[in-house]
């Protein structure tokens, strides 16, 4: 599965801001919220019961929350790029600007692991991750991450 399979323009965010993790999260959740035709109160639940856990900030400015949801049929990405960046806790204790959301069904096992690190993968380029703070439209956001989608496939 690769991140184009994930994320649609409609779940990309540019510019959101955020001054804490939870701000951020609740926000992603709206976005899924409305995608998924779901209680954002219900997946911020979600999220922060994972967060709960550990922190999800990967490094390099990066987070990627992510949250079984019951009901979904297959997975969904939001993609979310702060104005700002703000403490996560990240394991290399660096604000996090960029946030990949994943929302997987109760019953993904391999499947969501496989997900979570392709977009980790993803999100570790360099180039990649620069281009991505320095877009200004969530459409030139949803571009980039479905042209490196593309690019990675081949």
Do not use: C, N
């Amino acid at each position: 599965m690769d991140i184009g399979e994930l994320l649609d323009r409609d779940g990309v965010v540019a510019h959101l801001s955020a001054s804490s993790k939870r701000q951020a999260l609740f926000a992603a959740a709206e976005v899924a919220a409305r995608k998924l035709g779901r209680d954002s109160a219900t997946i911020l639940d979600a999220l922060m019961e994972r967060e709960s856990h550990g922190s999800t900030g990967v490094g390099q400015g990066v987070a990627v929350p992510h949250a079984r949801l019951p009901g979904l049929e297959r997975m969904v990405g939001v993609f979310v790029q702060l104005d700002a960046p703000i403490p996560f806790d990240a394991v290399d204790d660096r604000p996090v600007d960029l946030m990949f959301v994943l929302f997987a069904p109760l019953d993904a096992g391999v499947e969501h692991l496989r997900a979570l690190a392709r977009v980790s993968r993803t999100l570790r380029h360099r180039d990649l991750r620069e281009q991505l703070r320095q877009a200004r439209s969530a459409d030139t956001l949803y571009a980039l991450l479905a042209r490196e989608a593309a690019s990675t496939a081949a």
